[in-house]
């Protein structure tokens, strides 16, 4: 068992004093920002305001074209007192100008608007940049009052990308490689992401696979930590070769250009960036297009040398590109949606230890190593059943024993004496035999029975299953890309031929297991008839389940036949925690409250998203509906599976808005006032019982904005136009945690646990605390295991160096488990805030799922945005 992990994230050395660096910087001139905006104005026909200048595509258009800019600065098009280019060395006005002159032409490319660009392309050809020298503090913080640093704002754009140049500059030897690896920048739009450079070569069966390593640098902040951190976090980045590339209809791909720099044949300046780029299918236009902030198609106008590729020359021939072409190369990256890739996800931590230490060479001296985390409680897992091997076959019998019985008191519970209603909606014969054979196995019944209808009994628990074929409800709605009416339309109609062929449940909701052809068969947008049928089967009082139909990528049908109905189990509220093992002094009637919120699409009717929170309540030992959420109509708790039916009710784009056509569309900060509101009443509602709260700060706090590290104050809780108040105001018994996840943002570090004795670096499951916490300590990390289920990987498997194709080890997946961060905001003194945490750390595990990415209240809430916003989001993003 390791004793410590190690974070990979990086804070302000304190013994190396304030960070200044002396850069050459410009600003936005005043001129330039009037003119381009009233020539962009010209044309603008949409509804919504001039957003304003689309500067971005010309900062990324800079960053490609001159090779002096170390980092554009955030809001200079808005405000000529923020520096916008950043650079050691004042650049030459013809570098910078034949670029922003290029990007002009461009705002208004209509012919009718000609003669207004070439009347400010004369404005600003007057205007040169003019330069001044600026000490930039990149160490520079502010604290808030709750004891948070608060970073000058330009950090978060400006340090990442800075930091990401100083460890381009230098050379990484992978361990066991016998070259060196380089690293190019990419600019994203929360940090910066270093990838290796050329791609590394993988050949299997006679075909070349393609990837690089990534990393990934982002700033972030630590409730309660006066001073900010930098993450890095690593991984592989697979490059798309397949001829022609497959995009699902609907969706874009990410494109990293390597560019010469134009007006220069040869430089011995090592190019450092690559340059990003969007394109996605225009039915407008009828084709692939560069889309977004792309710069591709303006250099293509500034390079009148080197023919650059459009997107359908990428889509048709990726590995021409690839190769390169004229001093230029492109790379698609591969995403999911794309279909299987040879080159599997994921670095084993000794690779990603190695990689640490590289990057804490290259950011000496000036950043240092956060401390290693060590255990900050006793005990790791709730009270769970004990692990037999296969060799102790009568002891690994009465365990199964327990947990069947365990299973039926759970759904007893759930159905409150109720029979279950089970109908099971299958394509292949096969399928059924699955999904009736491992739900007879979860609930102990020995003969599953034969018919189409079925009817077990064990225990006081009843089992009625309707065994039914799908026909025609599972196959892909019929609608354009593109096409929202009929998309909408489509989905009306499908939703009603479920109402129509299964009759209206009575009592409690029933469950429907679904057999459905996997994603690849609904590649236009609009077509995945899940949402469908989830909002039909829960028009008529079930709750549903889907199991992909089998093909040569899915797990064995067994395993998926397992999952999915444990998960139906689920959402019927037959999922209760596990008793904790935190200590004796925690109240027994402890009740655990979660919070999400779940952002709903715009739809042809509503035009614009929403927002709305779900509250699920968990009360262990409650006899009767253990697990419920909080409606809101009725101002009440009902059970999980109620709320579900409910939400579904509303969910869909029939339910969007009244008849009438009369309900007023909410402005966002009404939004977040409602959501407040609610709050406040779920707040008021568990008072008078021992309660513990969980929110995830990061899904809640655009919402509920007091959330932001900058607000948070210890014991207190704060709600807009209020002043804070003390927890206890809120209910004598309320515990606060709050938790956070990667989030998108990389806003926890990635993590190993190193080895002993130079043994391969590993992984450690349990709660940890900083080696050099204070007393009255808040913040802890929550670790789990590696599934069971999932296959064996050696710790020291290498994908980054060896002979290239020497090994497998680039197409097996390296798992990483989830890193939670965990601070207890609300704990009176003479209480132990380890001992809250370990109690939200041991909400992850569970008998019958596999480790949690978030405690099981926080999971089955987050699970219910399945029925209040079931259309998936279009869109495709890289891994």
Not at 279 to 286: Q, W
Not at 287 to 313: A, C
Not at 426 to 438: D, F, G, I, S
């Amino acid at each position: 068992m390791h004793s410590l992990i190690t974070p990979c994230a990086y804070e302000p050395d304190p013994d190396a004093g304030p960070w200044v660096e002396d850069l050459h910087v410009t600003t936005f001139a005043e001129q330039w920002r009037t003119e381009l905006t009233d020539l962009s104005a010209l044309g603008w026909r949409s509804r919504e305001p001039l957003a304003g200048l689309p500067v971005r595509k010309l900062d990324s258009l800079l960053r490609a074209v001159a090779p002096g800019i170390l980092a554009t600065g955030r809001g200079a098009a808005a405000d000529s007192s923020v520096p916008w280019l950043y650079a050691r060395e004042p650049l030459p006005a013809d570098v910078v100008l034949p670029a922003f002159l290029t990007w002009v032409a461009a705002l208004r490319p209509e012919s009718e608007h000609q003669a207004a660009t070439r009347r400010v392309l004369d404005a600003v050809r007057r205007t040169e940049p003019e330069w001044s020298t600026c000490a930039v503090e990149l160490s520079g913080t502010d604290v808030s009052p709750g004891g948070t640093a608060s970073p000058h704002r330009r950090l978060y754009a400006l340090l990442p990308e800075l930091l990401a140049l100083r460890l381009a500059e230098r050379p990484f030897r992978a361990e066991g490689a016998d070259t060196d690896m380089w690293f190019r920048v990419v600019r994203l739009e929360h940090g910066a992401e270093l990838v290796s450079w050329p791609p590394q070569t993988f050949r299997k069966h006679g075909v070349d696979h393609r990837y690089s390593a990534r990393l990934g640098i982002t700033l972030h902040t630590v409730p309660f930590s006066p001073s900010f951190r930098v993450h890095v976090s690593s991984g592989i980045r697979r490059w798309a070769t397949r001829s022609p590339i497959w995009v699902p209809g609907g969706r874009g791909a990410t494109v990293l250009f390597d560019l010469p720099f134009p007006w220069e044949e040869e430089t011995e300046t090592r190019r450092l960036r690559l340059v990003g780029n969007a394109m996605k299918f225009s039915a407008s236009d009828g084709r692939y297009t560069w889309r977004g902030h792309s710069p591709v198609e303006i250099i293509d106008d500034l390079d009148l040398v080197r023919r650059y590729p459009k997107p359908e020359d990428l889509i048709a021939d990726p590995r021409a590109w690839l190769a390169g072409q004229d001093d230029v190369m492109a790379a698609v990256v591969h995403s999911t949606a794309m279909g299987p890739h040879k080159i599997a996800t994921g670095l084993m931590p000794g690779e990603r230890a190695h990689l640490d230490k590289w990057v804490e060479a290259g950011l000496r001296p000036w950043l240092r190593r956060l401390p290693s985390l060590k255990r900050a409680f006793h005990v790791t897992k709730p009270v769970l059943l004990p692990k037999v091997p296969k060799t102790d076959p009568v002891r690994r019998a009465a365990v199964e024993l327990r947990a069947v019985s365990g299973r039926r008191a759970s759904l007893r519970a759930a159905l409150a004496g109720e029979p279950l209603h089970v109908d099971i909606v299958t394509v292949y014969p096969e399928t059924r035999e699955h999904l009736l054979r491992q739900l007879a196995l979860l609930l102990g019944v020995a003969d599953p029975g034969e018919g189409d209808l079925r009817r077990w009994s064990m225990d006081g628990l009843e089992v009625d299953l309707v065994l039914s074929d799908a026909s025609s409800l599972t196959t892909a709605l019929k609608t354009k890309p593109d096409a929202q009416p009929q998309a909408a339309e489509a989905l009306r109609t499908r939703r009603a031929a479920v109402a129509a062929r299964y009759p209206l449940r009575t009592g409690r909701p029933g469950l429907a297991l679904i057999e459905i052809p996997g994603a690849d068969r609904f590649t236009i947008p609009g077509t995945d008839p899940k949402p469908a049928l989830r909002l039909g089967f829960a028009d008529t009082r079930r709750l549903s389940q889907f199991i992909q139909i089998a093909d040569d990528h899915t797990a064995d049908p067994a395993t998926r036949a397992e999952a999915a109905c444990r998960d139906g189990l689920r959402q019927l509220g037959a999922s209760s925690a596990p008793p904790h093992r935190a200590g004796t002094d925690i109240p027994a009637d402890l009740q655990y409250v979660a919070l999400w919120v779940v952002r709903k699409q715009a739809t042809t009717m509503t035009k614009r998203a929403s927002r709305h929170l779900v509250a699920v309540r968990v009360r262990p030992a409650d006899l009767e509906y253990p697990v419920r959420g909080w409606d809101d109509r009725a101002q009440d708790w009902v059970p999980y599976a109620d709320l579900l039916v409910s939400l579904a009710a509303g969910g869909g784009p029939a339910a969007d808005v009244p008849a009438s056509g009369l309900r007023p569309l909410l402005t966002v900060e009404d939004e977040r006032a409602d959501i407040e509101r609610r709050v406040r009443a779920i707040l008021f509602q568990v008072r008078n019982r021992p309660t513990l709260l969980l929110a995830n700060a990061g899904n809640l706090r655009d919402s509920w904005r007091w959330l932001g590290n900058e607000a948070l104050v210890r014991d207190k809780l704060g709600f807009a136009g209020e002043p804070d108040q003390r927890l206890g105001a809120f209910g004598e018994h309320l515990r606060v945690v709050l938790l956070r996840d990667r989030n998108s943002r990389d806003e926890v570090p990635q993590w190993y646990a190193p080895g002993k004795d130079n043994d391969t670096p590993g992984f450690g499951v349990g709660l940890w605390v900083s080696q050099d916490a204070a007393s009255d300590n808040r913040v802890f990390a929550s670790t789990a295991d590696v599934p069971k289920n999932f296959p064996k990987v050696p710790r020291g498997l290498r994908k980054l160096a060896g002979e290239q194709g020497a090994a497998p080890a680039p197409t097996v997946t390296a798992w990483n488990p989830q890193y939670l961060e965990l601070t207890v905001l609300g704990c009176p003194a003479q209480d132990e805030a380890a001992t809250w945490a370990a109690i939200a750390h041991q909400l992850r595990f569970h008998d019958d799922y596999v480790p949690l990415a978030r405690p099981l209240p926080m999971h089955l809430a987050k699970l219910a945005e399945e029925y209040l916003s079931p259309q998936p989001a279009d869109g495709g993003s890289p891994e």
